[in-house]
């Protein structure tokens, strides 16, 4: 079997929710596959180097990526991005052919298909009708962007926990997902703050029975409370 086809096969059901590829006929995704090889990060492996960003261009398979940025004077860290199944990055860097500061970190054990990036840049440029499957996901990550200006800029941190905790809860099991693992560290990066101040959120939370805190995991018992809350502190501050 061609090296495209062993990857259809293993990761057909996840390639098929993924946006790059649910548009392609099958001789036009064996091509594109065709351009990437599978590689496996451990958990808490580190791309610190810029320029090898712009060199490969990845889909997540499994586990979870963090896109981030440090401040060199005070250290202090900002996640832009949790990347998931399906996700890709740099899209950056696909569209402009320039590198920039980012940062990556596997959160998890994580799987990727990885691609030379010049030569997804090839294979766009034969398939030019294929760039309108980067556009909706590009929109995306825009408009996340976009939130999250508008949330540290106007919103305290207690509404961002908030906001944060109930866009992560899963409407049909209710169960807490991609967040509800991470150590108040990883928390307060995503939210633009500090461990301390996330973990005196967070004990108020437990305290009125809306969250479970437990070891390396944290569960919503009442979503009723937490959206109670920010309902009234959206009241407060009109």
């Not at 096969?9 to 596959?33: A, G, H, P, V």
């Not at 958990?43 to 180097?49: A, D, E, G, P, S």
């Not at 981030?68 to 998931?84: A, H, I, N, R």
């Amino acid at each position: 079997m061609t090296r495209e086809s062993i990857l259809n096969y293993k990761y057909r059901e996840i390639l098929s929710e993924c946006d790059l590829l649910k548009s392609l006929d099958k001789e036009t995704s064996n091509t594109f596959l065709g351009l990437f090889k599978e590689e496996k990060w451990p958990k808490n492996t580190c791309i610190l180097n810029p320029e090898k960003l712009s060199l490969k261009f990845y889909i997540v398979l499994s586990g979870r990526v963090k896109m981030y940025q440090v401040d060199p004077f005070s250290g202090k860290e900002l996640t832009l991005f949790l990347l998931s199944k399906c996700d890709f990055f740099d899209i950056f860097c696909l569209l402009d052919s320039r590198a920039h500061t980012i940062y990556y970190e596997s959160l998890d054990d994580v799987t990727v298909l990885a691609a030379p990036m010049e030569n997804l840049r090839n294979w766009l440029h034969k398939n030019p009708n294929e760039y309108v499957n980067l556009l909706p996901y590009a929109g995306k990550q825009l408009r996340l962007l976009e939130n999250s200006l508008f949330e540290m800029t106007f919103n305290d941190i207690s509404t961002r926990l908030l906001k944060l905790l109930i866009k992560n809860v899963n409407q049909d099991s209710r169960d807490l997902e991609y967040i509800h693992d991470l150590p108040d560290k990883e928390i307060a990066h995503l939210l633009g703050s500090t461990r301390a101040v996330v973990n005196s959120h967070l004990q108020r939370l437990k305290h009125n029975g809306s969250i479970k805190l437990s070891r390396n995991k944290m569960e919503v018992r009442d979503l009723g409370i937490l959206v109670h809350m920010l309902k009234c502190q959206k009241m407060d501050s009109t």
